[in-house]
């Protein structure tokens, strides 16, 4: 695809539900970075994937979270048992494999209710 | 972990005024970057800085890498109220895991 497609655009879910977020990266990209974003904030890094190696999960902030990627593709974000303050934009971003310039989806706004 | 600080972290200026946003850091980057994030949308990179002293100018944008590697700043001369945004620093240094800062929120009033 031309850009990094994340789906869905918004979501609301009740507290206590699991909720999944996709990302699909730039075609070629070997990386792949989840950032969460509260309102009015920075971003926060979450995950980092690249290529086949193990990812680097240590921003993941609990154990409720949990993402996968296969290969070089699609990724998924989990949310066990979400909570009112998981609500924020998740955002992905993918690059080329040696370079750290990003490219970012549009990002999921969650809303947990 | 690296730790990016940016000041001021918000910035309210009327059009065609000049700015200027600074990124810092006690750590030493290979490269750094400056994205710009519009709301309801993801960050889109601006520049990426390589080379300690580096200067890049993208239009009314000027960027400059400290000769040390470890800070960097965005001028912005006669702001147009299409600058308005979230600016945001953003370097990895070793590993590829990008570190952003907090962002400075700019606001150009017409």
């Known amino acids: 695809g031309a850009g990094v497609s994340q789906s869905p655009s918004n979501k609301v879910t009740e507290k206590g539900k699991d909720v999944e977020l996709r990302c699909d990266p730039i075609?070629?990209?070997?990386?792949l970075y989840w950032y969460r974003q509260r309102l009015g904030q920075g971003l926060e890094f979450l995950i980092y994937f690249q290529g086949n190696s193990a990812p680097d999960k240590s921003g993941l902030p609990s154990d409720r979270f949990s993402a996968e990627r296969t290969g070089e593709s699609v990724s998924t974000l989990t949310i066990q048992r979400t909570q009112q303050e998981d609500s924020a934009v998740y955002l992905c971003?993918?690059?080329?494999?040696?370079?750290?310039?990003?490219?970012f989806g549009q990002g999921t706004r969650l809303t947990v209710v | 972990t690296q730790l990016l600080e940016q000041s001021p972290q918000f910035l309210s200026i009327q059009e065609g005024e000049n700015l200027t946003v600074y990124c810092n850091s006690s750590s030493v980057f290979s490269s750094l970057q400056w994205y710009r994030q519009e709301p309801g949308e993801g960050p889109v990179l601006l520049v990426t800085?390589?080379?300690?002293?580096e200067v890049k100018k993208l239009k009314r944008l000027t960027f400059q890498f400290g000769d040390a590697r470890k800070d960097s700043s965005l001028h912005i001369t006669a702001a147009q109220p299409g600058d308005t945004g979230l600016y945001l620093c953003a370097a990895g240094a070793g590993s590829y895991q990008l570190t952003f800062g907090k962002g400075t929120k700019l606001s150009v009033i017409p």
């Open positions: 971003a993918s690059s080329f494999r040696g370079r750290t310039e990003a490219f």
């Open positions: 800085v390589v080379t300690g002293g």
């Open positions: 075609s070629g990209h070997t990386a």
